[in-house]
């Protein structure tokens, strides 16, 4: 069993729409969660970070962050084709170190 | 800022041969962090240097192996490259702290032939 999961999509959503993304983690002594968006041929962009249970919102992206159920999530709301990417799920433990799922690969249809 | 930058962007060795890569983080980093990706395997970490000490070592051979200097910039080699080390090689840049973000370079793509 991997340590951070996501499922590997494509994730096809329409122009305008709500894009919904899941990750699970194994490890319960995660302590922060990150989300990045990787366009193909680039590195990974960081869109968000959240460390506390709840929503953490920012602009068009919310992520959820649930340590109960080791679940981590990211809302895109008004979907755009710019959004059409793989976005990772990333945790962190003690120490420095980022675990990666293996990403969902997103796909917005004008 | 300037961000983290990477050289060379792209590379072709060939089998046996040994790479060394670079990595500048951005002003006022003393962490760098190094991951593999793959198709087949995803991002992996490879270590973490802070400070000029390696404090954090992925499961990799002891063919992949680093270094940090003084003003943060730092160095992975790899020798007696094999055909599975063809992988973009991503380094990151930050505080250092567990909760804080991790800020990629735009990587190095390494072909081995």
């Known amino acids: 069993q991997k340590e951070v999961e996501q499922n590997s999509g494509p994730l096809s959503v329409p122009e305008g729409a709500i894009a919904s993304l899941n990750c699970t983690y194994s490890d319960r002594g995660s302590q922060s969660f990150f989300w990045y968006r990787q366009y193909s041929g680039k590195s990974p962009e960081l869109i968000m970070s959240i460390y506390s249970n709840g929503d953490k919102e920012d602009g068009r992206f919310t992520a959820q962050l649930n340590k109960a159920s080791q679940y981590v999530s990211l809302l895109i709301r008004d979907s755009q084709p710019s959004d059409s990417a793989t976005y990772l799920c990333?945790?962190?433990?003690?120490?420095?170190?980022?675990?990666f799922g293996g990403g969902t690969r997103v796909l917005v249809k004008p | 800022k300037a961000g983290v930058t990477q050289t060379p962007r792209y590379l072709i060795k060939t089998r046996g041969q040994q790479v060394t890569l670079s990595c500048s983080p951005i002003?006022?980093?003393?962490?760098v962090s190094w991951y593999q990706q793959t198709p087949g395997q995803g991002l992996q970490f490879l270590f973490e240097y802070f400070s000029e000490t390696q404090r954090n070592k992925g499961n990799f051979p002891g063919r992949f192996s680093g270094r940090q200097f003084s003003n943060s910039r730092s160095e992975m080699n790899v020798s007696t490259l094999e055909l599975g080390d063809s992988a973009l090689y991503l380094c990151a840049s930050s505080l250092g702290q567990v909760l804080e973000t991790q800020y990629f370079g735009p990587g190095t793509r390494l072909l081995v032939l």
């Open positions: 002003s006022g980093h003393r962490s």
């Open positions: 990333a945790s962190k433990a003690a120490g420095n170190k980022l675990t």
